[in-house]
């Protein structure tokens, strides 16, 4: 097998991984501002792209002229996103944000309520098969002929997408005063309210942001892939909980990394070992590294001394 | 400026705070001194809300802060740098003196702040990109008190500041907490060093088992017989 190939695959694994980086995002953001693993993330870009769907239907979107496909894709990521991030908001005043003291347990247990909530809102709105999602964009190569590699107007979509989402997210975390909010409440929430940080407030605005790029991660997710179902969130989020977990959870750039490190391993396992065994190996991986670090590839080792 | 009428306080079954009542006035340095678990940490953080008080009342310049959520008491003027300095280990020192501000909306006057505390703590100032976490125990205790002072407080709630800490730096942070009522800033020392706080304050407290069971400026304090004992380690 050629080098060429080898890249194809490789190519294949970091648009694959992206997406997963940008789902995986909203466990470790959730993770690391309360401590839960949100078991419904990935039902709920389900829902994002079932509104997607509609969205889609209801205005026609697929037969629009392709000068302003771009601009419906635009306003597309933008609407999912702020629907998914408000339903965030709300699940989390709802079920989550009462259960803030009470032993971990129950806000887990809540969380896989929620998602099965979330799946059955999904069954009522799709039905119980598999349903298409218009094409949006063509399959045509975006790179030049003789370069032997392939790499569609759809893979181009995704990291147009998710790469400005996710520089976006570092420079909030990292520079703004929400950012800096949202990392003091991670680390000391009670010292966080002792210097005037409203908690609740923080809390909220993570889990909108989360919920925001699962939105958009719906979107992304929907037009690359064109087949969604109820069911869809489950394995989606299984996969980008894993990469959180991998990249140590509650680390931002490391949700990124271990994203892009399973949709290579994903690639290069059903290329070159076989589609059936990809998932095995992938969490045969995350096994092995899991027994080196297990605090993930990113995540930290030891807790300071406060 | 501050009033805590008849304050309990507790978790669960336990009564911690029982019928407490102080008074600090402006600009006042106020000791509170008691034996470990005496309640001294849960009626600090009882006034700034983080414990909720059973019954009783806090008012801070006429206002009643029982009830308030702590970022709103916060904001009100009221800085509490923890028992335990609670600094935030993976910010940086500037991260964590800018979170200082946090309830100040001029940028300006925070960085104008964050260089006087570095003027009165010149060690924070060489260490501003290092990790909060990564500091000796001693700079992280001038790094909370400097995150207390960045945010403006016009009363400030100290809980052990001298714990754990040698005694040069004892010293210093002393010093520095003597200075605040220059600066019209009115402070509630909580000590295990009753000695050197009760030279300090204008009036102490003594705080047994969740109860006041005496009060009197600095100096009756320190010359009475029943807390040179309990407190002083002499007689
Ligand atoms: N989170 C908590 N849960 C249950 N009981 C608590 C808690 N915090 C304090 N207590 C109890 O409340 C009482 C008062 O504790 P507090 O921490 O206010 O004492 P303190 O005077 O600050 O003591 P120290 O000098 O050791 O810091 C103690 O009996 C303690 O065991
Ligand atoms: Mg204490």
Sequence with gaps: ?306 | MLEVRDLEAGYGPIRALDGVSIEIGEGETVAIIGANGAGKTTLLMAISGVVPTRRGSVTFRGQPLTGLPTHAIAKLGVGHAPEGRRIFPRLSVRENLQLGGFTQTNRAAVARDIDEACAIFPVLGERMSQMGGTLSGGEQQMLALARALVGRPKLLLLDEPSLGLAPLIVQKIFEVIGSLSKRGIAVVLVEQNARAALKLADRGYVLETGRITLSGSGKELSGDRRVREAYLGEG
């Design chain 1, 1 to 306: 097998m050629s080098a060429q190939f080898f890249l194809q695959q490789c190519l294949i694994g970091l648009t694959n991984g992206a997406l997963i980086a940008l789902v995986a995002l909203g466990y470790t953001m959730v993770y690391g501002i309360i401590g839960l693993i949100n078991f419904a993330h990935g039902d709920l870009i389900m829902l994002g792209a079932c509104l997607a769907l509609s969205i889609v239907g209801a205005l026609g979107l697929a037969a629009v002229d392709p000068a302003v496909t771009w601009v419906a894709i635009a306003g597309l990521v933008l609407v999912c996103g702020l629907a998914c991030g408000s339903l965030n908001v709300a699940v989390d005043r709802i079920v989550y944000k009462p259960l803030r003291n009470a032993p971990k347990l129950a806000p887990l247990v809540s969380a896989i309520g929620v998602s099965f909530i979330f799946m059955n809102i999904g069954l009522f709105w799709l039905g119980s098969a598999d349903r298409s999602f218009p094409e949006l964009l063509p399959s045509d190569n975006v790179l030049p002929d003789d370069w032997g590699l392939q790499f569609t107007q759809k893979d181009r979509l995704v990291v147009l997408i998710v790469v400005p989402l996710m520089v976006a997210l570092s420079i909030l975390v990292r520079w703004t005063k929400l950012g800096k909010a949202m990392r003091a409440v991670s680390q000391d929430p009670t010292a966080a309210a002792l210097v005037g940080v409203d908690v609740d407030r923080v809390i909220a605005a993570t889990f909108f942001i989360g919920g925001f790029l699962g939105g958009a991660a719906s979107v992304v997710y929907s037009l690359y892939i064109n087949t969604i179902g109820f069911q869809m969130g489950f394995q989606n989020g299984l996969y980008a909980f894993t990469a959180a977990v991998l990249g140590g959870i509650g680390s931002i750039p490391g949700a990124v990394l271990g994203g892009v490190v399973i949709g290579l391993v994903r690639a290069l396992a059903s290329a070159y070992v076989g589609e059936r065994w990809t998932g095995a190996i992938v969490f045969a991986i995350l096994i092995v590294i899991l027994v080196f670090r297990p605090e993930g590839l990113l995540g930290r080792r030891v807790r300071e001394k406060v």
